[in-house]
């Protein structure tokens, strides 16, 4: 309520524009604001995080969290442009990129192999913040997502892609009620049960896993959440992403190639789940 009294205060009118100036939760809700107030005005994104420039700034998807669920309220509000400069990222700590660049993992394994084997080449480079490597990879992620998003915007079909890693990344989130952690660290775990679910169900080979896991103990991420399977498997039946009742996942077939699946059984889920990465 306080940006809306924000929005009064100021007076501003559907002529004006609101700079989203941040990250992924200040571009989400500067746009929801955008969205809402006097049913939408302009606004334009300028994200200072990886994890921003690369996902949530593009695509118009904006909203805000609730205890039962992640991004559960919000709306499709494209921003007017959006402006990203890599230099603001040598002034965020290094856990923020190291998070961030999940979210171009997950674009290589849905979507570009080579890109994916780009990152496994080049990964210093990236966390060393060399510019070449930080152009290519945002450049790269920010195309892949603006086609599927000109595709399918509103999200009925092909863009539920982009929510690999997510079905169970949000459950974790929500289950620690947003604070013990990142974005980034719980959908690379949501990864890892993807693809571990996809070996499990015959849909792809053991490489595919492990390829992915390898690059997240490279980065130093969290393998483990110490969560119940049941109370996992419970939080992701709320998910906006379950359709009629049964749970939808993102499941790689490949490195850049994945399915849409409503079948994984709940004694899938339950035995992948209560298995380890260590």
């Known amino acids: 309520m306080i940006l809306y009294e924000?929005?009064?205060?100021?007076k501003l009118d559907r002529s004006s524009l609101i700079v989203a100036l941040g990250g992924g939760v200040a571009g989400d809700m500067s746009g929801f604001v955008a969205a809402t107030?006097?049913?939408?005005?302009?606004?334009?994104?300028?994200?200072?995080?990886?994890?921003?420039?690369?996902?949530?700034?593009?695509?118009?998807?904006?909203?805000?969290?609730?205890?039962?669920?992640k991004n559960m309220i919000g709306s499709f509000y494209q921003p007017l442009a959006v402006f990203i400069d890599t230099e603001t990222l040598s002034t965020l700590p290094a856990i923020e990129l190291v998070t961030g660049?999940?979210?171009?993992?997950?674009?290589?394994?849905?979507?570009?192999?080579?890109?994916?084997?780009?990152?496994?080449?080049?990964?210093?480079?990236i966390l060393q913040l060399d510019q070449k490597a930080l152009l290519k990879i945002i450049a790269t992620s920010c195309q892949i997502k603006a086609d599927i998003v000109a595709e399918d915007e509103k999200e009925k079909h092909v863009r539920a892609i982009?929510?690999?890693?997510?079905?169970?990344?949000?459950?974790?989130?929500?289950?620690?009620?947003?604070?013990?952690?990142?974005?980034?660290?719980?959908?690379?775990?949501?990864?890892?049960?993807?693809?571990?679910?996809?070996?499990?169900?015959?849909?792809?080979?053991?490489?595919?896993f492990e390829r992915q896991l390898s690059l997240v103990k490279?980065?130093?991420?969290?393998?483990?959440?110490g969560l119940k399977p049941k109370d996992i498997?419970?939080?992701?039946?709320?998910?906006?992403k379950a359709v009629s009742g049964k749970l939808r996942f993102v499941l790689p077939t490949g490195i850049g190639e994945v399915i849409i699946s409503d079948q994984v059984t709940e004694e899938i889920l339950s035995h992948v789940l209560t298995g380890n990465f260590v």
């Open 101 to 125: 660049l999940v979210e171009v993992i997950k674009y290589g394994v849905i979507k570009d192999a080579e890109l994916f084997e780009y990152i496994e080449k080049s990964l210093y480079d």
């Open 233 to 240: 498997i419970k939080t992701l039946y709320l998910d906006k």
């Open 162 to 208: 982009l929510n690999y890693g997510h079905t169970i990344g949000h459950a974790i989130e929500a289950l620690t009620h947003y604070k013990k952690y990142r974005h980034g660290e719980a959908v690379a775990i949501g990864m890892l049960y993807a693809a571990r679910i996809a070996v499990e169900m015959g849909l792809t080979g053991s490489t595919v």
């Open 6 to 10: 924000a929005c009064f205060d100021h």
């Open 37 to 69: 107030f006097m049913r939408g005005i302009p606004f334009i994104q300028i994200p200072t995080s990886l994890l921003a420039q690369v996902d949530s700034s593009i695509g118009g998807k904006v909203a805000v969290n609730h205890p039962r669920g």
């Open 218 to 225: 490279r980065l130093g991420l969290p393998l483990s959440t």
